[in-house]
């Protein structure tokens, strides 16, 4: 089936997702001082990729937390670029 991702790529996907979005919560937890950009585009990021994943392995709970947790870094973008406008 052309177009369609295989299980397999829908899992390599997720999981480069997680890893960005374990790499924004450590980066928070561990940085003397966090770069908002970078930590919302790291989230948006494995949000969407996470998304990707996810039409494959639908999961409605796991679904509606990532469209909310990339709204979230969206809004956070936003809020950056407004203010630097």
């Known amino acids: 089936m052309k177009g369609q991702l295989t299980p397999f790529t829908a899992d ?14 450590a980066y928070s937890n561990l940085a003397a ?10 989230n948006l990021i494995g949000s969407l990729l996470l998304i990707v994943s ?3 392995h639908f999961n409605m709970a796991s679904m509606a937390l990532e469209i909310v947790w990339a709204l979230i870094a969206l809004l956070g973008l936003t809020k950056f670029l407004l203010r630097r406008a």
């Open 12 to 25: 390599v996907i997720g999981m480069v997702g997680s890893g960005l979005m374990i790499v924004a919560y």
């Open 33 to 42: 001082q966090i770069n908002f950009p970078a930590f919302n585009l790291l």
């Open 54 to 56: 996810l039409t494959v």
